[in-house]
C-alpha cells in the first residue's frame, strides 16, 4: 500500500525565516514520482515540482529547494526567506508508473506572518 | 494556454438530490482524474478516466460516477446526496496516462449539501 505523512499540520514563521516541509512517503514500487503542491486560499492546487525515484538530485528553483533522500523515505521542502505571499497548504503527493492516481498526504499549512 | 476549467464554482444542493459537476482539461491534455477534499479525510481520489475510458478507480460508493466524451471534457455525479458529500472537489487533467505525468488541477467546485 502507499502512503504519504506530512507530520507537520501547521507551520508558523516570520518573514524572511527559512522553513522546511517535511514529506515522508511509503510504497514498495521502485518506480515512483513524488509531487508538491501548494494550496492557497482560493482552493487551486499549484504545482511546484515533480521527481521520479531514479533522481535523487536536489533541485534548488529561485528561493524553493528540494530535497528527496530515498534511504530515508523523504522528501522534504524548504523555502528560504519565506514571505508573506507563501501563506498556504502544501502538500506532498506520490504516483505509481501506470497510474495517475495521487496518493496525498494531509498537508501542512504554513502561515508567514510580516 | 487556458488551465483547467470547472463549473460551476459552486453549489447548494440538499440531501437526497443529484448533482452533476463539470470539468474542461488543459487543450491536448487526454486524462482527467477527480478528487474529492473534505477537512476529515483530506484529498482522496475518486476515479481517472483517459480517452473516454475509466482506468482507475477510487473507493467511493456507486453513487458517484463519471464520464468522458470525446473532446476529453469529464462529468462526475453524485446521486443522492448525503451531507457528508459536502466538499471541494477537483479535477485535474494531464497530457497522458501514467509515467508520472504531471497533474495540473482546476479551481474546483465547492458542493454545500443541506
Known amino acids: ?20 516541509l517535511d514529506c515522508v512517503y511509503e510504497t514498495r514500487d521502485t518506480t515512483y514520482y513524488l509531487f508538491w503542491y501548494k494550496q492557497p ?46 501563506s498556504a497548504v502544501y502538500f506532498c503527493a506520490l504516483s505509481l508508473y501506470n497510474f495517475n492516481k495521487f496518493y496525498f498526504g494531509s498537508g501542512t499549512k504554513l502561515n508567514v506572518k510580516p | 494556454k487556458a488551465g483547467v476549467t ?68 469529464s462529468e462526475m455525479n453524485v446521486s443522492t446526496l448525503e451531507l457528508g458529500d459536502s466538499a471541494l472537489y477537483l479535477c485535474a487533467s494531464s497530457w497522458g496516462a501514467g509515467e508520472g505525468k504531471t497533474q495540473y488541477f482546476g479551481p474546483g467546485t465547492r458542493l454545500l449539501v443541506l
Open chain 1, 41 to 86: 486560499p482560493s482552493g487551486e492546487l499549484v504545482f511546484l515540482i515533480r521527481r521520479n525515484s531514479f533522481d535523487e538530485q536536489n533541485e534548488i528553483s529561485g528561493r524553493y529547494s528540494w530535497n528527496f533522500q530515498k534511504s530515508t523515505s523523504s522528501f522534504n521542502f524548504t523555502i528560504t526567506a519565506s514571505q508573506v505571499v507563501d
Open chain 1, 1 to 20: 500500500a502507499q502512503k504519504v505523512t506530512q507530520a507537520q499540520t501547521e507551520i508558523s514563521v516570520v518573514e524572511k525565516e527559512d522553513v522546511t
Open chain 2, 6 to 73: 470547472q463549473t460551476p464554482r459552486y453549489l447548494i444542493k440538499t440531501r437526497g438530490q443529484q448533482v452533476t459537476l463539470s470539468c474542461s482539461p488543459i487543450s491536448g491534455h487526454r486524462s482527467v482524474s477527480w478528487y474529492q477534499q473534505t477537512p476529515g479525510q483530506g484529498l482522496q481520489f475518486l476515479f481517472e478516466y483517459f480517452s473516454e475510458t475509466q482506468r482507475n478507480k477510487g473507493n467511493f460508493p456507486g453513487r458517484f460516477s463519471g464520464r468522458q466524451f470525446s473532446n476529453s471534457r
